[in-house]
């Protein structure tokens, strides 16, 4: 065991879990959050054991996303230094050593869609519904999240889900590639865990081997390192007035 403020993370043989763990506020990625998700990585890197990191969050939802107050008031960080967090967060996880299985329930929205999308593996339950609003924020999606998306479910799709806001579920994430598996919620976790078990009985070097061959590939055609000036784009939309402007319509929209 080790102490983040909003996770959890143990290890039990070759099985690590990493729990998103503020489940009052359905698991938000603040920026204390997404610098503790790769010093997470980090950790398990530390442990040569763990061959498999289950991702999930508690309660409600597996995440609803980027926390805004990450950019506004008086941000901890410079505001292009917040602004790459999730970036940094999303490249950690995907180079972690250990192959990253997400555990997707409940809302999956905007960064937490970008969050499993650096996982290796996703596995749904038929109650998981995900959207990606940052359109409709004014804000362009960052965080390597248009190459990850790119790669998974192809330019076409991911334009659509992009561009247009609108959320869809878990068939149509299985349908479109997003997710590998979609189970009945209360065996999702079961599902998950003999799927962690069985990787985890495989030799560690067939699965490191194979997780690093595939992102290689991949990265070819949509590699994620173009994805640094990202974070330029999200504070360039923190001050655009028209994207303010679509920013505060979306969010008194949610509050009625």
Excluded at 178 to 193: C, H, I, K, Q
């Amino acid at each position: 065991m080790s102490e983040f403020e909003t996770l959890r993370v143990e290890v039990e043989g070759a099985v690590g879990r990493l729990t998103l763990d503020r489940p009052e506020k359905l698991n938000p990625l603040s920026a204390t959050a997404l610098r503790e998700l790769a010093e997470a990585a980090a950790w398990f890197d530390a442990r040569r054991e763990v061959k498999v990191v289950i991702v999930r969050g508690a309660g409600r939802a597996f995440s609803a996303g980027a926390d805004l107050g990450t950019f506004s008031g008086k941000p901890e960080l410079p505001i292009r230094d917040a602004a790459d967090l999730g970036r940094r967060m999303a490249d950690a996880l995907e180079d972690m050593n250990a192959l990253a299985i997400a555990q997707l329930h409940g809302w999956c929205v905007g960064g937490g869609v970008v969050l499993a999308a650096a996982c290796d593996l996703r596995v749904a339950a038929e109650d998981a519904r995900f959207s990606i609003p940052e359109v409709d924020l004014g804000i362009p999606l960052a965080w390597g999240g248009i190459p990850r998306l790119v790669r998974e479910i192809g330019p076409a799709m991911a334009k659509e889900l992009v561009l247009t806001c609108r959320p869809f579920d878990a068939a149509e994430a299985k349908a479109v590639g997003f997710v590998n598996r979609v189970v009945p919620a209360d065996a999702l976790e079961n599902e998950v865990e003999t799927l962690a078990a069985e990787l985890a009985a495989k030799a560690a070097h067939a699965l490191f081997s194979t997780k690093r061959h595939t992102n290689a590939v991949t990265a070819v055609a949509n590699g994620v390192a173009r994805s640094w000036s990202d974070a330029d784009g999200l504070v360039t939309a923190f001050s655009d007035p028209e994207c303010a402007e679509a920013r505060k319509a979306y969010l008194e929209k949610r509050a009625k």
